[in-house]
Every structure is written in C-alpha cells, then in structure tokens.
C-alpha cells in the first residue's frame, strides 16, 4: 500500500469454494453485504488498523492501582497476564477473572494501594500545546503504527512535547480538550516506551531493531510520574 500509495488491498476469498462463507463468517458477511460485496463471488478490500496497546495501567493481582482507591481491569489494565500480544483469550480473562476480583475487592471496601514498581521510568508531567484529534491519529499511525523506526518515533515525540509547558488552552477548559489531553499523555508515553525498546518483540516492530532481543529486553517497561 505504501509503495503504490494505495488505501487498501483486497482479500480474495472467491476460491473457498469447500467453505460456506456465509455460514463461517456470518458478521463479516454480513458488513460485507450490506456494503454491498458479496465475499464469495468478489474480493474485499482491507487496510491494516490500529490493535490495542499492550500494557495499560499497572495493578497488582487484585486490580489496586497505586492510587489508593483506584481499580482497573479489562483491557485498561497490564495485570501481568498477556505479553507482547493482547489475544482474545487473554483479553477475556482479564476480564472475567480480574473484574471479579475487582468487585470482591469493592464489597470488601478494601481500598489499599498496588506497591510501586521497582525501577520504574520517570516521567515528567505535561507536554506540549494540545494537538487536534485528527492530528494526533495521523502522526501516531505514520510513526508509531504497524513498522517504527527511530527517526519517526523521536519525530512524533519532538511533535508531541515541543513548547513544554506552553499550553494553547487549558487542559480542563472541556470535555473535548481534557479528552485530547489525555490521549496525547498516553501517545507520549507510547513514543517513548517504543523509543526505548530497541528490538521487535510481538506487535511492537521496529524496522531499525528487527530482531528480538531476550536478553535485555524479556521484561516490561513501567512508566511513573515525576511528582
């Protein structure tokens, strides 16, 4: 796609003809029809979208955040129990399992805190001026999306923290602005967990690092605020 600057290329599914598609995959069939593409008898067009990221907001086995009183679980937690790649089976377990506990945690009024990591990366807070939404997509997805490589990844981090300090409005002005506040906070810690990963490991693929390196890198990144 990149190099004939295309938006998609199409799946061709036309020569299954021993699987009854509609039967196997009845909502893929069904988008497709109602787009109108019949998937056994033309190709679809697809592009590569954004998965979820793996990590999220560190607890300890019973969902304590190291906010005392703060819980999280499901897909917006890192509970230690998927790796470089968030699967569904993982995914679901987090969230039956760890809902759970969060739950029993809740009736038990149990409002203890998660110990801090050790050796965790500080990270100052703020950044730079608020970047619009559609901006913020477009330079995560050109720089930090399917393939990364050390001159977007700083580029896009440059982008996001440049004028430290200067804030074009105020972070709590809205909902909308303390919304894209806090995506560029999760974007600029993203850039700078990929930044630092120096090697392709799962859904994380660098182009300048394409090899795993077990050695120095078998392990997570924990990031904490500087105050």
């Known amino acids: 796609m990149r190099v004939t600057s295309a938006d998609h290329v199409l799946l061709d599914c036309t020569g299954l003809k021993s699987i009854d598609l509609a039967a196997r995959f009845p909502g893929i069939f069904a988008f497709c029809k109602s787009v109108g593409i ?3 008898e033309e190709p679809i067009p697809v592009a590569p979208a954004a998965h979820y990221l793996m990590g999220g907001v ?3 086995v019973r969902g304590h955040t190291t906010v005392p009183g703060l819980y999280a679980c499901g897909e917006v937690a890192c509970t230690g129990v998927h790796g470089a790649n968030r699967l569904a089976s993982n ?3 987090e969230t039956v399992v760890f809902g759970k506990r969060v739950v029993e945690a809740l009736e038990e009024r149990d409002v203890t805190a998660a110990e ?7 990270v100052r807070r703020g950044g730079g001026p608020l970047q619009g939404k559609a901006e913020l997509q477009r330079v995560m997805w050109a720089c930090a999306g399917i393939e990364r490589e050390v001159r977007g990844l700083d580029g896009a981090l440059r982008k996001l923290t440049e004028g430290e300090g200067e804030v074009s409005e105020a972070p709590h002005a809205s909902r909308e602005s303390w919304e894209r506040g806090q995506m560029q906070t999760a974007a600029r810690l993203m850039l700078e967990a990929a930044l630092r990963r120096t090697e392709s490991r799962g859904a994380h693929y660098r182009s300048d690092y394409p090899e ?4 120095r890198w ?3 990144q924990v990031f904490r605020r500087a105050d």
């Open 38 to 40: 019949d998937m056994r």
């Open 58 to 60: 560190r607890t300890d």
């Open 91 to 93: 995914s679901l377990m």
């Open 116 to 122: 801090p990591a050790e050796g965790a990366v500080r």
């Open 212 to 215: 795993r390196d077990d050695q």
């Open 218 to 220: 078998q392990r997570r």
